[in-house]
């Protein structure tokens, strides 16, 4: 059904463009922007997907991604269906940056619809700085992928996360890993509403994260494990 690496569509050195109102649907990813900036994507639908729904990476630096519907994704390999993917691995460096860290900074998760993915809502790699994720609805029911087991899971930098409203988390509403010593760090998680109604906590930290804070105003519900694994910030 899908083709190895097909893409159903794929931006490359495009700067300051604008994608709106299309459908992408039953290809191997759904969406990948490479070394493009300050690209918009908006009102998309982007659904039965082998891997990931939409994917920035290599450099790709000040896009938007407003107000799209992100679903079913991870349909041929549920481990690499995140909805909205941001960065690349550092295994990955190598591949897509030349083996520097993968700068996809300061780009905007805003106000989008994420439900029945393979694996994590929003994964937000390390190497990514001063993004915002703002706004957005999350549903992890069916969520099924090796190490998949928040509505995101960040890695990067200064992140923003803000006002987001998830449900039914497989384990964690919200992870931070340190993927690599010196990234996780100093990020804000405030004003979101976590039904976790799973396992886990609202916010879990790793251990040696530095930085970053979980605001008290944060909402946690049906989390057996608590509230957050560190102490929440007034």
Known sequence: ????????LYLADA???????LTVR???KGVVLDLSSHVTLTGLEVHTTGQEGIHLRTFSTDDVVAGNLVHDTG???????EGIYVGSANSNWGTYTGGAPDASDRNQILGNTVYRTGAESMDIKEGTTGGVIRGNTFDGTGMTGSWADSWIDLKGNGWVV???????ALEDGFQVHQALAGW???NVFRDNV???NGPGYGFWLQNGITGTQVMCANTVTGASSGFATIACTP
Do not use: F, I, P
Not at 1 to 8: I, L, P, T
Not at 15 to 21: I, K
Not at 75 to 81: A, I, L, S, V
């Open 1 to 8: 059904m899908y083709k190895r690496q097909q893409y159903g």
């Open 15 to 21: 700067d300051y463009v604008t994608v709106s109102g």
């Open 26 to 28: 039953n290809v191997t």
């Open 75 to 81: 349909q041929k390999n549920e481990t690499y269906g």
């Open 162 to 168: 803000e006002s987001n409203h998830g449900t039914n």
């Open 184 to 186: 996780g760090n100093d």
């Open 194 to 196: 976590a039904e976790v």
